[in-house]
C-alpha cells in the first residue's frame, strides 16, 4: 500500500426529497449564485420548480445559465466565468448530470482565478482557488457529485481534457434517486458502464498488497453489475436506483484510489473517441474497456483471474488461469451488451479511419503518459481502437 | 435504504512517517495545543519525541496532559478542560489509540461550552461546539480517529456512555501502521475484535434494500479477518497493519451506516462488563457477540445466512438454512479463539453474580432502548449474558 491522504468534505444529502434541502444548504455559502444546467429536462420534471422554491425559501437569488451540452464545451464555461464575475455571483450550483456539474466546476475555477481557464485542463499552471460549487444530481454517472474532477471540451481543435483538484470537491450534493426516474434507458447504461470503468480503472494496479481496497471495489463493481439491470427493467425501481447512485458516488470519491495507483488509460482514450464523435462517455467506454482489457491481459494475469472470480463469479481453473481471466471479460462484455450497450466502433457507427489521429493526440506523439498499470505509446493506444473496431 | 446525510470532513494521512506533518496540520487550527495521551508507551517508541519535534517545527506550544486509561475516565477529562481553560488552549491533539482520542473529544467538548461535560454522555443537553481535535493513531480499533463517537466513563457509578456528534469529527487523522508494530499482541487482538463488532453492529439490521452497504460490509468484514492473524504471527507486518488499521477507520466513519440503522445492543452490554471490571473492550465484545448471535438469529435467519457464506466462506445449505447460520456463527468463536480472545465471561474471569444488576444498568430498568436490529430489555440482557457465562 502507498502512502496516502484521503481528505472528501463533501456532504450528501440522500434520499427522497432532499433537493428541498438545495436553498438552506446554499445559504450556508452564499446569497448570489450562478444557477446552471443542461437542457428542459430538469423543467419538464419539475425539480427546476423545487430547486428555486428551496433557493427563494432560504434567501437565495440567482442567475441562471442552462445549455449544457453532454461533453461539456469550454465556451459555456467561459459564459458562466463571466456571469459571475458581472454579476457579482460567489457559489455555482449544478442540477444535472456529470455535464452540468463539470462545466460548474470550471466556472468555480475560471471565475475565481485570473486569466484563461483552460490552462488547468492543459496543464499549464494551477488554480490557487474557486467558488464553492454544490450539486443536485440527476444521473448516476461520472461521479463529479464528491470528486475532484472536472472534464472540459475545448471547441478548439476538439480537445477533451479532465482536470484534479481538491478546490473543485462540492461542498454539497444531493442525490435523491427519484430523479433518475426519467432517464432514457440508454443515457442509464452509459451512467452505469460510466460507473464500472471507474472502479474498473482502480482495480488494475501494479501496486502490492491493497486486499482491503480490493474488496471495496469488487463489492461496488458487483452492486453495480447487479442493479442496473433492475433499473433498466424498471425504470422507477427505487431501491436499485438507490443502490446503483449511492454506488456510483462511492466509487469516484477517491475513497477506492487510496493507497494505489489506478490505471486510467481507457478513459484517456475514450476521451479521444467522444471529442471526435461526440458519442456518450459511457457508451465509448463500454467499447474500450473490453479491448483494453485483452491488451493489457498478459501483464498481470493473476490479477484479472481474481477480477473475474470475485467480481463476474467466474469459477477459478487455476489450472487455466488465463482461461479463467477471459471468461471475465467475456463477462464483462456480456454485461455490456445486456444493458444495451455495444462494445465495438463498429456498434457506434464509427470507422477505422482515424484510428491513428486519436492514437496521436491520445499520446500527444509519446509525450503524454497514458496509462499506468500498462502505459501505452501512440502505436499500443492505436491497437487497442483495432482490437475495438 | 433509508434517507441520509453523510459528511465526514476528517483529512487522513495514511503511511510510514505521516507523523512528522503533526504539526504542520495542527498550525492550520491552532497554536496552542493541549497534547494528551496514555501511559509512557509513546515515549519509550520514540513518537512523542517526533510529534514534538514536528510542533517545534511549526511554532506549536503545547502543555500536556498524559494518564489516559484504558476505559478512559471523566477525572481526566475534567483536568484537560481545567488546562484548556487555564492556559488558553484551544485545540487537543491526542497521541494514542481510542481512548486518548475519546478523552480528547471529550475535554474538546468540555472546553468550549459551559456546564458539566458528562450531561452531554448523560444525554441531559447536547453541545454547541468544540474544540477542534486532531489525532495520532498507534492502534486500530475503535474507530474514534475519524469517528463522531467518544465513550468516558464516569468514575462515579462507574457508568460507562457513549456519545456522537459532527462536532468532534477530528479535523485530522494521522495513520502510519508502524506505530502498531510494538503492541503487545492481546491488544492488537482485542482491537481486531473491536473493529468487526462495528461492522457486524451495521449489518445487522431490518432495513430493507441495502445490498450495496451490505457488500462493502462484508468486504471490510473479510479484511479483518484476514489481517488479523497476519499481525499476531508477525507484529512487524507493516502490509498487514495497514489493511487492518485503513478498514479499522473505515468500519466506523460513518460511512458503513449510511441508509441503514444498526443495532448497537452488543456494545451496550460490553460496555456495562468492562464499566465494573474494566476488561478491555475487545475482550468484552468477544464475549457479548456471539451469545448476542445466537440469542437474535431468529429474528432474521436469512441475514445471518448471507453473512455465513460471504463473510465466513460457509457452503449454503439451502434445506438448512438455520444449520448454515450457525455454521457461521461457529466460524466467528473460532476466529476469536484463534486471534486468542475467550469467548466466556469465565474466560475473562468473571463470574455470573453481578448479571442481574448489569442487565439492570444497561436497559436502566427497561426504559433505556438497547439494540435497534432486536430491541432487549432487562430479561433478555440478562439471557445473553447467561448465554455467555
Given at each position: 500500500?502507498?502512502?496516502?491522504?484521503?481528505?472528501?468534505?463533501?456532504?450528501?444529502?440522500?434520499?427522497?426529497?432532499?433537493?428541498?434541502?438545495?436553498?438552506?444548504?446554499?445559504?450556508?455559502y452564499s446569497?448570489?449564485?450562478?444557477?446552471?444546467?443542461?437542457?428542459?429536462?430538469?423543467?419538464?420534471?419539475?425539480?427546476?420548480?423545487?430547486?428555486?422554491?428551496?433557493?427563494?425559501?432560504?434567501?437565495?437569488?440567482?442567475?441562471?445559465?442552462?445549455?449544457?451540452?453532454?461533453?461539456?464545451?469550454?465556451?459555456?464555461?467561459?459564459?458562466?466565468?463571466?456571469?459571475?464575475?458581472?454579476?457579482?455571483?460567489d457559489f455555482v450550483?449544478?442540477?444535472?448530470?456529470?455535464?452540468?456539474?463539470?462545466?460548474?466546476?470550471?466556472?468555480a475555477?475560471?471565475?475565481?482565478?485570473?486569466?484563461?481557464?483552460?490552462?488547468?485542463?492543459?496543464?499549464?499552471?494551477?488554480?490557487?482557488?474557486a467558488l464553492p460549487v454544490g450539486?443536485?444530481?440527476?444521473?448516476?454517472?461520472?461521479?463529479?457529485?464528491?470528486?475532484?474532477?472536472?472534464?472540459?471540451?475545448?471547441?478548439?481543435?476538439?480537445?477533451?481534457?479532465?482536470?484534479?483538484?481538491?478546490?473543485?470537491?462540492p461542498k454539497?450534493?444531493?442525490?435523491?434517486?427519484?430523479?433518475?426516474?426519467?432517464?432514457?434507458?440508454?443515457?442509464?447504461?452509459?451512467?452505469?458502464?460510466?460507473?464500472?470503468?471507474?472502479?474498473?480503472?482502480?482495480?488494475?494496479?501494479?501496486?502490492?498488497?491493497?486486499?482491503?481496497?480490493?474488496?471495496?471495489?469488487?463489492?461496488?463493481?458487483?452492486?453495480?453489475?447487479?442493479?442496473?439491470?433492475?433499473?433498466?427493467?424498471?425504470?422507477?425501481?427505487?431501491?436499485?436506483?438507490?443502490?446503483?447512485?449511492?454506488?456510483?458516488?462511492?466509487?469516484?470519491?477517491?475513497?477506492?484510489?487510496?493507497?494505489?495507483?489506478?490505471?486510467?488509460?481507457?478513459?484517456?482514450?475514450?476521451?479521444?473517441?467522444?471529442?471526435?464523435?461526440?458519442?456518450?462517455?459511457?457508451?465509448?467506454?463500454?467499447?474500450?474497456?473490453?479491448?483494453?482489457?485483452?491488451?493489457?491481459?498478459?501483464?498481470?494475469?493473476?490479477?484479472?483471474?481474481?477480477?473475474?472470480?470475485?467480481?463476474?463469479?467466474?469459477?477459478?481453473?487455476?489450472?487455466?488461469?488465463?482461461?479463467?481471466?477471459?471468461?471475465?471479460?467475456?463477462?464483462?462484455?456480456?454485461?455490456?451488451?445486456?444493458?444495451?450497450?455495444?462494445?465495438?466502433?463498429?456498434?457506434?457507427?464509427?470507422?477505422?479511419?482515424?484510428?491513428?489521429?486519436?492514437?496521436?493526440?491520445?499520446?500527444?506523439?509519446?509525450?503524454?503518459?497514458?496509462?499506468?498499470?500498462?502505459?501505452?505509446?501512440?502505436?499500443?493506444?492505436?491497437?487497442?481502437?483495432?482490437?475495438?473496431?
Open positions: 500500500m502507498d502512502n496516502f491522504t484521503f481528505h472528501n468534505p463533501t456532504k450528501i444529502l440522500f434520499g427522497r426529497g432532499m433537493e428541498n434541502e438545495v436553498g438552506a444548504e446554499t445559504a450556508r446569497h448570489r449564485v450562478l444557477l446552471h444546467f443542461g437542457g428542459g429536462s430538469i423543467k419538464k420534471s419539475g425539480l427546476y420548480d423545487r430547486v428555486v422554491a428551496s433557493l427563494k425559501k432560504a434567501g437565495v437569488e440567482w442567475v441562471e445559465l442552462g445549455g449544457v451540452k453532454p461533453n461539456p464545451r469550454l465556451g459555456l464555461v467561459h459564459e458562466g466565468v463571466r456571469l459571475c464575475r458581472e454579476r457579482g455571483l450550483l449544478a442540477v444535472g448530470g456529470g455535464s452540468a456539474i463539470d462545466s460548474a466546476k470550471g466556472v475555477m475560471g471565475a475565481a482565478n485570473n486569466g484563461e481557464v483552460w490552462d488547468f485542463y492543459a496543464r499549464k499552471r494551477k488554480p490557487t482557488r450539486t443536485v444530481l440527476t444521473i448516476p454517472a461520472t461521479g463529479s457529485e464528491a470528486s475532484t474532477a472536472s472534464v472540459v471540451t475545448n471547441e478548439d481543435g476538439w480537445i477533451k481534457r479532465g482536470f484534479n483538484s481538491e478546490l473543485i470537491y454539497f450534493s444531493v442525490l435523491n434517486p427519484e430523479l433518475a426516474f426519467t432517464l432514457p434507458p440508454f443515457q442509464a447504461a452509459c451512467g452505469a458502464a460510466d460507473i464500472l470503468s471507474h472502479l474498473m480503472e482502480r482495480y488494475f494496479t501494479n501496486t502490492r498488497n491493497v486486499a482491503f481496497v480490493d474488496r471495496l471495489l469488487e463489492a461496488t463493481m458487483k452492486t453495480v453489475i447487479a442493479q442496473a439491470p433492475k433499473v433498466l427493467a424498471k425504470p422507477t425501481d427505487y431501491d436499485a436506483w438507490a443502490e446503483l447512485m449511492w454506488a456510483g458516488t462511492i466509487a469516484h470519491n477517491n475513497l477506492l484510489n487510496t493507497g494505489r495507483l489506478g490505471d486510467w488509460g481507457s478513459h484517456d482514450i475514450e476521451h479521444e473517441i467522444s471529442a471526435i464523435y461526440d458519442v456518450a462517455h459511457g457508451a465509448g467506454l463500454a467499447v474500450v474497456l473490453p479491448a483494453w482489457t485483452k491488451h493489457v491481459l498478459d501483464h498481470d494475469v493473476d490479477r484479472f483471474v481474481q477480477w473475474a472470480v470475485r467480481v463476474w463469479d467466474v469459477e477459478l481453473d487455476i489450472f487455466d488461469r488465463e482461461a479463467t481471466a477471459r471468461a471475465g471479460i467475456a463477462r464483462l462484455e456480456a454485461f455490456f451488451h445486456s444493458i444495451g450497450l455495444g462494445t465495438t466502433l463498429a456498434a457506434l457507427k464509427i470507422g477505422a479511419d482515424r484510428i491513428d489521429e486519436m492514437a496521436r493526440k491520445c499520446t500527444e506523439g509519446d509525450t503524454r503518459v497514458v496509462g499506468h498499470f500498462v502505459k501505452l505509446d501512440t502505436a499500443q493506444v492505436a491497437k487497442i481502437l483495432r482490437l475495438a473496431a
